[in-house]
Structure formats: C-alpha cells, structure tokens
C-alpha cells in the first residue's frame, strides 16, 4: 500500500463549479498537511498548510484534515479557468532525528469556461 | 515573499558530462531539497540539507550527489549525465523540520 493516495484524474469540470480533491494515507504519523498547485512547466505553489484536524479556509479555498479516517481534501468555491493545474497533497511526520515528507502524484484540473 | 531561484530553465547536456544545478534561497531557511518530477512517478526525492555542510540522501540519491557549503545555496550535481536523468528538476526550502516547503520555478534537463 502506497503511503499517499491521490487519483491522478485529470478532473474535467464547468466554470463556476466547487471542486473537491483528495488524498488519502496510510501513516499515522503524518502531522503536517499541505495542497500545491502546480501549472504546467513550473514549480509547485504552496497553497495550503494546516496541522490539525478540521476545516482551514483561505479565499475560494477550503483544506479538510481528517486525522481518524487519514483523509484530506481540498475543496476550491466558484472555480476559475485560472484554477486549471495539477494540485499534489503533500505530508509532513517529523520528530527527533527524523523527517518524513511524501507527496501525492498530483491530481490534474481543468475548469472549462 | 519567499523566493527559490534556479541557475537555469532549460538545459541540454550530452551523456557522460558533469551537470551542476543550483539553488539559492534568500528567506534564512534551514532546510533545502532536490526533487525531480517525471510523468506518472510524481515527486521523488533526490537528496537533502538541514544544515551548512550537511547532505541525506533521499528516495533515489544514485548518480547525483550534493554540495551544501552556505546556507543560501544547494546544488546538485551529476557526475556522468546519462539519459534517464532527463527530468523536471526541482529545488525547494523551508524553514524547519515540520515547516512548509517552498519551491523553485524548476530546471528541465534533457540528456542526449
């Protein structure tokens, strides 16, 4: 079993839809959770960080954390044809001596006018 | 802002040369990484820094190697370029063991 799990898509959706991505992962000692949106031939953008369970809101952008079921999401309002990316979970355990970080395989969007 | 640059965009190099890509970041971080991105197989990690002169390797450190000697700057370097080391380069920072990472625009290397 992969330790991130992300469909890969591509997700094909209308201007003006909500969009929900998500990861799931099997290591419970995943703390640290964050959403990157990359557009074609560039570096992924950090979008979203959270280390807790729960909702995180940030403009259109909403991050999900569920720490029991080890899933995350991420949900974008009123999508854009600028949201057109791939968006990569990514997770963080770290501790004494140690430092974990593993990423999704990306999943691809696009938002049609 | 944050801000990750890369030496170059694109680069072509034939098999067998030695390929030096390097990073520099101006936010102070501990922390600095080389990924490279390949269609379906996502990010993998090549190596990474915490620290000045520090280096651990990654999922995948054969044929690479690493040169940490300021704080602001990372390079990677292949020693004989071959053709599977054709890939999306990636270079990213952060400031801390459970800090975010931030990333670099990206360096696409093709190898002839």
């Known amino acids: 079993q992969k330790e991130v799990e992300q469909d890969p898509g591509p997700l094909s959706v209308p201007e003006g839809a909500i969009v929900s991505l998500n990861c799931t992962y099997s290591n419970s000692a995943f703390q640290y959770f964050m959403w990157y949106r990359q557009y074609s031939r560039k570096g992924p953008e950090l979008l979203m960080y959270t280390y807790s369970s729960g909702n995180k809101e940030d403009g259109r952008f909403t991050a999900q954390v569920d720490k029991s079921s080890k899933y995350i999401s991420l949900f974008i309002r009123d999508s854009q044809p600028s949201d057109s990316a791939t968006y990569l979970c990514?997770?963080?355990?770290?501790?004494?001596?140690?430092?974990?970080?593993?990423f999704g395989k990306g999943t691809k969007l696009s938002v049609i006018p | 802002d944050v801000k990750v640059t890369q030496s170059s965009r694109y680069l072509v190099k034939r098999t067998g040369e030695k390929v030096f890509l390097e990073c520099v970041q101006d936010?102070?971080?501990?922390?600095m990484f080389w990924y490279r991105q390949d269609p379906g197989l996502g990010l993998r990690l090549i190596y990474f820094?915490?620290?000045?002169?520090?280096?651990e390797k990654g999922d995948i450190p054969e044929g690479y190697s690493v040169s940490r000697e300021k704080k602001e700057r990372f390079s990677l370097i292949l020693e004989s370029a071959s053709t599977n080391q054709t890939s999306m380069y990636l270079c990213?920072?952060?400031?801390?063991?459970?800090?975010?990472?931030?990333f670099g625009p990206g360096t696409r290397l093709t190898v002839t």
């Open positions: 990213a920072s952060s400031p801390g063991t459970g800090g975010q990472q931030y």
């Open positions: 936010m102070d971080h501990e922390n």
């Open positions: 990514a997770m963080i355990s770290s501790g004494a001596g140690s430092y974990q970080l593993t």
């Open positions: 820094s915490y620290d000045v002169k520090m280096k």
